[in-house]
C-alpha cells in the first residue's frame, strides 16, 4: 500500500570544480511510499517533472521536460544514462562516490562521463521536511 505526503523539499547541486552551489527548488513535493521503495516528486521551473526514487543502494532521477533526463546513481558502480533532445539521444555513463540517504537528507557526489571523458562532477543535496 502507497503512502502519499506533502512535504517541503530543498534540493541544491554543487558544480565541484567551481565549487558554486545552486538551490535548484525549494518548496513542495509529494513523497510516496511502499515497502519496496520511496520516491519524491515535484515540478521543477524550466525543466519540468522531476521524479526522484530511492532505493536502499541506488536513486533514480527523471527529468521530463523540454528534454528527458535519466540518470542512475549508485555507489561505486558505473550506471547508465540519458539525455533525450528533439535532436537525439545522449548517452552518459555516472560514477557516484558517495551516497548517503536517509528519512530526511540525501546526498550523493558524482561524475557524468561521455565518450571517456568527464563532463561535468557534482554533489547533489535533497532536504525533505514533513509538512502539516
Not at 513535493?29 to 521551473?45: C, D, F, G, K, Q
Not at 539521444?89 to 537528507?105: A, C, M, P, R
Amino acid at each position: 500500500m502507497n503512502q502519499v505526503q506533502a512535504i517541503k523539499l530543498v534540493v541544491k547541486q554543487t558544480e565541484i570544480e567551481s565549487d558554486i552551489t545552486q538551490t535548484i527548488f525549494s518548496g513542495r513535493a509529494m513523497r510516496i511510499r511502499n515497502v519496496e521503495m520511496e520516491s519524491l516528486s515535484y515540478t521543477e521551473p524550466g525543466a519540468g517533472e522531476v521524479t526522484l526514487e530511492i532505493k536502499p543502494e541506488s536513486l533514480l532521477l527523471t527529468r521530463v521536460g523540454e528534454a528527458t533526463t535519466t540518470l542512475k546513481f549508485s555507489k561505486d558502480k558505473v550506471e547508465h544514462g540519458k539525455l533525450t533532445t528533439n535532436y537525439g539521444v545522449i548517452s552518459l555513463e555516472i560514477l557516484t562516490d558517495e551516497l548517503e540517504i536517509t528519512s530526511s537528507y540525501l546526498r550523493w557526489r558524482y561524475q557524468l562521463h561521455q565518450s571517456g571523458q568527464v563532463v561535468g562532477a557534482y554533489v547533489s543535496e535533497w532536504t525533505m521536511e514533513e509538512t502539516e
